[in-house]
């Protein structure tokens, strides 16, 4: 369980139930995770760390070890993010969309092994709390608030590294 081979924990998920796993260095909300190689990646969000009324997005990266139940600070993003989506294709993440001081199409890239960013093509929609899947290595990110409500999805295909409209809901 939690080695990413068995995602139904040999039909234990149900016996097993929720656990306390240590905390992350900093209070977040609206931030997005991924799982890789038994570590769970979590990118930006926002906290309220010096005032109850002002939420700060920030560029902060933790990754939790599932075996040792620590955390450890990753490279920061190259820009703060609330909202984001996000999924992990091979061994990158791909963090698309989100909040600064606006709602973005920005894509970054965080290449899980060397622990670095880079900036990939933007969305052609802006997009935050938008949800994202991966599905046949391609990243879908799907409806979410640009000038309103979005109705429809975009996904990015690392290979040609090019985004494409994917429907409407």
């Not at 799982?35 to 902060?60: A, I, M, R």
């Not at 990754?63 to 190259?78: E, F, I, Q, S």
Request: aromatic share 10%; hydrophobic share 30%; charged share 20%.
């Amino acid at each position: 369980c939690g080695d990413g081979k068995d995602n139904d924990c040999n039909g234990k998920a149900d016996e097993l139930g929720w656990q306390e796993m240590a905390p992350m260095s900093r209070v977040r909300g609206y931030t997005c995770g991924v799982y890789h190689s038994g570590k769970v990646y979590v990118f930006g969000g926002s906290s309220n760390e010096t005032s109850k009324t002002d939420y700060k997005p920030h560029k902060s990266v933790e990754a939790h070890d599932l075996a040792t139940n620590t955390w450890k600070t990753m490279a920061p993003m190259l820009q703060e993010r609330v909202g984001a989506a996000c999924g992990v294709i091979g061994d990158k993440a791909y963090v698309a969309g989100g909040r600064h001081t606006d709602n973005t199409p920005s894509l970054q890239i965080y290449d899980i092994k060397k622990d670095t960013w880079s900036a990939g093509k933007p969305m052609s929609t802006l997009r935050s709390y938008a949800a994202a899947a991966v599905y046949q290595d391609k990243l879908f990110i799907i409806a979410g608030v640009g000038y309103g409500y979005q109705k429809t999805a975009e996904v990015y295909d690392p290979t040609y590294k090019s985004w494409l409209p994917a429907g409407s809901l």
